[in-house]
């Protein structure tokens, strides 16, 4: 028998703003045998994402709270590793929700398989093959509906759906794609790297300028992670007909005070603007569209990606802190 | 020839917060003999609406500034009295957005005959079986997609959009709709006369506790005609896919001072909302649709309206303020 001890991080007191260690413990747990119908799973990467801060709170949402208690869940990829059940062998390279643990074991119905391609890491299946290029891909286009020519404004944009985005809405067609993103580095990474024609410092000047310098004939498709002063400026200069998918809100996820929002709403009238929420749960038809596009712009070396990669599940409250912090550029991921 | 002086109301000074009399002027125009093509009308009845304050500035919209030194446009309802144009002959009623002045001389092209239905006041073309209905049932329809069985929550209620759009709804199927208005008067008469389940005084306690206790299953569809806190109240209690048509923000129109926006934009993502703007330019392909159902509705009785009616053409600017500070019951308009 293969080792049936997991190591497992569970959340054990909600964080009152930024989380802090004390939230977490770190469990070793001994899984035992296998029950018919089960796998056992060696992780090899997880993720780390913003939306995990949220359920880190007993608020109501999209998706219940994290259990108190109980280990954390979120994505993760890796390979089984001992099998009670038909069509997941041993060798099979499997994802699945489980999250912050080395080692799972649980009914083979909670695991789908994935291809192995040579040559690609399977933490790209966290990535820009996963759910974060495939949230780029639907808020450009279920949610916003982007058009070819359009003037697309991604806040955030050094991040892992950042970077998604910002190369999905060229390859798509965008007439000019505009980031935002927290240093020097970042910046140039995204002009250089990532495909955009312009991207600027937050930090350098408010937003609000920055962005009217940046965008002079307006914005048409705004993809937002950020929220606050990103938004706000944003709406000064939408155009007529503007589209905002808001895919997170990173500025307010670890404040615990109520923070205003923007003071020009009125433009949503004024504009006739959309804003649309989402979250990837209700867009999951759109899988293997995604998949089809994605896989051939990336078989065409058309994708570029970054990954920060930090080792040890028992480094992954560190990640997910540092990725909260932004020092990732791109996905991060904890391999185990 | 019939009278040719026409008495007009002019803007001459962009308002600063509340508009005040000396941001107006009282012009007598003569309009000499029509030319060929031209028709001269006699207005009936002239429309004050929130709109128009957006219009006295001078910042981008969607549509352009009123024009200082220039007769204030919007729309009207009038009969021909003399004609030099083939198909406008003299005594057909028709509607126009020439605004507020008691004669108006131009070319036909500018004015849409409409039919004269017995014992139906002119001015209701301009409410109800007008543009104001019709916003009402556009917000519903093409923009929060309402579905029969939803909650329905309709700020500023009482006013000529509100009654028509809580109508319009049960009409529509609705489960269960909300109004909030700023009078005991006006919160009987939206249960009593126009079909709301509910209805508060906004002034009574926040809006934020009002709203909670009345939609204790959530707010499906929110038409908002008000924003600030009744915005900031909805998105507390939306459900998820919610949708909110902003058709008005009357609380900012007269804001000199920045207001900021509501603490709790991170509901747009955690219940997935989508917040549309609109106005009825971009919908006036479904006029057809409205007049089709409305006139039914009309003439089965089931549609209840009031309007306030100011006398006179050089009464236009408190008729309009008195609407701007919710002295009206439904419609506000101005009887030349």
Same mark, same amino acid.
Request: glycine letters at 12%.
């Given at each position: 028998?293969?080792?049936?001890?997991? =190591?497992?991080?569970?959340?054990?007191?909600?964080?009152?703003?930024?989380?802090?260690?004390?939230?977490?413990?770190?469990?070793?747990?001994?899984?035992?045998?296998?029950?018919?119908?089960? $796998?056992?799973? @060696? !992780? @090899?990467?997880?993720?780390?994402?913003?939306?995990?801060?949220?359920?880190?709170?007993?608020?109501?949402?999209?998706?219940?709270?994290?259990?108190?208690?109980?280990?954390?869940?979120?994505?993760?990829?890796?390979?089984?590793?001992?099998?009670?059940?038909?069509?997941?062998?041993?060798?099979?390279?499997?994802?699945?929700?489980?999250?912050?643990?080395?080692? $799972?074991?649980?009914?083979?119905?909670?695991?789908?398989?994935?291809?192995?391609?040579?040559?690609?890491?399977?933490?790209?299946?966290?990535?820009?093959?996963?759910?974060?290029?495939?949230?780029?891909?639907?808020?450009?286009?279920?949610?916003?509906?982007?058009?070819?020519?359009?003037?697309?404004?991604?806040?955030?944009?050094?991040?892992?759906?950042?970077?998604? @985005?910002?190369?999905?809405?060229?390859?798509?067609?965008?007439?000019?794609?505009?980031?935002?993103?927290?240093?020097?580095?970042?910046?140039?990474?995204?002009?250089?790297?990532?495909?955009?024609?312009?991207?600027?410092?937050?930090?350098?000047?408010? $937003?609000?300028?920055?962005?009217?310098?940046?965008?002079?004939?307006?914005?048409?498709?705004?993809?937002?992670?950020?929220?606050?002063?990103?938004?706000?400026?944003?709406?000064?200069?939408? !155009?007529?007909?503007?589209?905002?998918?808001?895919?997170?809100?990173?500025?307010?996820? !670890?404040?615990?005070?109520? =923070?205003?929002?923007?003071?020009?709403? @009125?433009?949503?009238?004024?504009?006739?603007?959309?804003?649309?929420?989402?979250?990837?749960?209700?867009?999951?038809?759109?899988?293997?569209?995604?998949?089809?596009?994605?896989?051939?712009?990336?078989?065409?070396?058309?994708?570029?990606?970054?990954?920060?990669? $930090?080792?040890?599940?028992?480094?992954?409250?560190?990640?997910?802190?540092?990725?909260?912090?932004?020092?990732?550029?791109?996905?991060?991921?904890?391999?185990?």
């Amino acid at each position: 028998m293969t080792e049936t001890v997991s =190591t497992q991080i569970q959340l054990v007191r909600r964080p009152q703003g930024w989380p802090v260690h004390e939230d977490f413990r770190t469990e070793k747990v001994d899984l035992g045998e296998l029950a018919p119908g089960q $796998v056992r799973v @060696a !992780n @090899a990467f997880l993720s780390v994402d913003p939306y995990m801060r949220s359920r880190m709170n007993d608020a109501k949402s999209y998706i219940p709270p994290f259990a108190l208690g109980e280990t954390m869940t979120g994505g993760a990829v890796g390979r089984v590793v001992e099998s009670a059940a038909e069509g997941l062998p041993a060798g099979t390279v499997v994802l699945h929700q489980y999250g912050w643990r080395d080692l $799972v074991q649980e009914d083979a119905a909670g695991f789908t398989a994935v291809p192995e391609i040579p040559g690609v890491p399977l933490s790209l299946h966290l990535g820009i093959l996963g759910m974060t290029g495939m949230t780029g891909y639907v808020g450009l286009t279920a949610i916003a509906g982007m058009k070819p020519g359009d003037t697309v404004f991604v806040s955030g944009a050094a991040g892992a759906v950042g970077t998604a @985005a910002g190369q999905i809405a060229k390859l798509l067609g965008a007439g000019r794609v505009i980031g935002s993103a927290g240093s020097p580095e970042k910046v140039r990474l995204l002009t250089e790297k990532y495909g955009y024609d312009a991207a600027f410092n937050y930090k350098d000047a408010p $937003v609000r300028e920055q962005l009217k310098a940046f965008a002079p004939d307006g914005v048409d498709v705004f993809f937002d992670n950020v929220g606050g002063d990103h938004l706000e400026a944003a709406l000064d200069v939408m !155009n007529r007909d503007g589209r905002i998918a808001v895919c997170g809100a990173i500025s307010l996820y !670890n404040s615990t005070e109520k =923070t205003p929002g923007p003071d020009n709403l @009125a433009k949503i009238i004024q504009q006739s603007l959309t804003i649309k929420g989402f979250t990837l749960g209700g867009y999951l038809h759109l899988r293997e569209e995604f998949g089809a596009r994605m896989t051939e712009w990336f078989g065409q070396g058309k994708i570029a990606y970054d990954e920060t990669i $930090v080792d040890g599940v028992e480094k992954s409250v560190d990640a997910f802190l540092d990725m909260m912090r932004g020092k990732n550029t791109g996905k991060m991921v904890v391999r185990v």
